[in-house]
């Protein structure tokens, strides 16, 4: 029974060996066909690392050829199953643009903007690829209005558009986390203005309003009262919107911090 087993693994390896030593020898010396052949193969079988090498091998040779828009298909989903998301995403798209009569079009054209969408990165960094992909959605859905695929481009659209917002209310809450007040008043402002139906909404009104709360209790005689109306101004905003707001206690005694103060500068005034 032993021996049966090491025979087995014996062929097995010699098989793997066999295979291996087959695909190099056709990747480095097989004619354009046989490379051709065996990508399409490999592909076939979801060995799309090794497909994709022969693939490279072989589009110079087929470039202009009726092949090249099966081949430009396969090697840019290659691409995409292998992970490569802004190399599937170029070629996805260069396959739209060069085949528009095709009956994978659609495919490619939806392909290519969730591969923008795979390759980006945390909310946290660049999101310079946000946009392309969400631009990318767009256009998918506005040039196939009855795709099956709406739905599931919409989703992705409302995902990043989430995502784009959650950067804008990180930075303008990292201003704040750094105690540069002026700064965050400033980034919620614009942040409030830019995103108006944003989910962090309350959040951005709150963190605004004690960012503009610390910068009035930190300023000096001459801006303080000022910047005590800003303040109250920014408690009064989120009450507004947020009537049963989580931060109620919270923002109750801002007001009284600020109303105390007021109170002071007015009385050292009459004495003035």
């Known amino acids: 029974m032993l021996k049966n087993k090491y025979i087995i693994l014996i ?30 193969k490999l592909y076939e079988e979801e060995k799309y690392n090794k497909a994709i090498q022969l693939f490279e091998k072989v589009i110079p040779h087929y470039r202009g ?30 396959f739209v643009k060069n085949y528009p009569r095709s009956s994978k079009k659609e495919e490619a054209a939806f392909l290519s903007a969730h591969s923008y969408y795979l390759s980006i990165p945390r909310s946290s960094l660049d999101q310079s690829d946000t946009q392309t992909a969400i631009t990318s959605f767009q256009k998918f859905i506005d040039t196939y209005p009855q795709s099956d695929k709406i739905v599931a481009a919409n989703e992705y659209i409302k995902i990043m558009q989430l995502r784009l917002e959650k950067k804008g209310f990180d930075i303008a809450y990292n201003y704040y986390h750094r105690e540069q007040y002026k700064s965050a008043v400033t980034a919620f402002d614009n942040y409030l203005s830019d995103n108006l139906g944003t989910s962090y909404k309350e959040d951005a009104l709150y ?30 905003r989120i009450e507004r919107n947020f009537k049963e707001t989580k931060y109620k206690k919270d923002l109750l005694k801002l007001r009284v911090d600020l109303d105390k103060e007021i109170q002071k500068i007015s009385t050292n005034t009459t004495k003035n």
Not at 15 to 26: D, E, H, I, N, R
Not at 70 to 92: D, V
Not at 209 to 234: C, G, N, P, Q, T
Request: charged share 25%.
């Open 65 to 94: 050829k009726p092949q090249m828009e099966r081949i430009q298909f396969m090697y840019s989903e290659a691409n995409y199953k292998s992970k490569n998301y802004l190399l599937s995403a170029y070629h996805f798209e260069k």
């Open 11 to 40: 062929l097995v390896i010699a098989l793997a060996l066999s295979s291996c030593s087959g695909f190099q020898k056709t990747l480095n010396k097989g004619t354009a066909v046989e490379q051709y052949a065996l990508a399409t």
């Open 207 to 236: 963190y605004k309003s004690k960012a503009a709360y610390f910068l009035a209790m930190k300023s000096i005689a001459v801006k303080k009262e000022e910047r005590i109306k800003v303040a109250i101004k920014a408690i009064n």
